[in-house]
Nanobody, 121 residues
Framework: QVQVVESGGGLVQAGGSLRLSCAAS????????MGWYRQAPGKQRELVAT???????NYADSVKGRFTISRDNAKNTGYLQMNSLKPEDTAVYYC???????????????WGQGTQVTVSS
């Protein structure tokens, strides 16, 4: 019914940039918050950034000033612009979209499959 698909990951040198995309598709009535999370090997999944439907944003302290979250509501797509990347940013990045399906009354979070970001030193 719903698919959340991330793209844009890859290998980049320290100091470089990547832009991740998160596209939600299916029988979607509306999307509330969208968020990016990451999980490094041997570590728990952590919050990177979130954005509400109204555009309010929140960032982890470790990425403030380097990452920018945005969204295109018309396309049901979210983005994460990552600049000044560091080796410690290496992780699988996951998108979460809190959305309401057509003909459904509740809001549910859906996860994508993740995209690998590797930053070399």
């Amino acid at each position: 019914q719903v698919q959340v698909v991330e793209s844009g990951g890859g290998l980049v040198q320290a100091g470089g940039s990547l832009r991740l995309s998160c596209a939600a598709s299916g029988s979607i009535f509306s999307i509330d918050a969208m968020g990016w999370y990451r999980q490094a090997p041997g570590k728990q999944r952590e919050l990177v950034a979130t954005i509400t439907s109204g555009g309010s944003t929140n960032y982890a302290d470790s990425v403030k000033g380097r990452f920018t979250i945005s969204r295109d509501n018309a396309k049901n797509t979210g983005y994460l612009q990552m600049n000044s990347l560091k080796p410690e940013d290496t992780a699988v990045y996951y998108c979460n979209a809190v959305l309401r399906l057509k003909y459904a009354g509740s809001w549910t979070g859906y996860w994508g499959q993740g995209t690998q970001v590797t930053v070399s030193s």
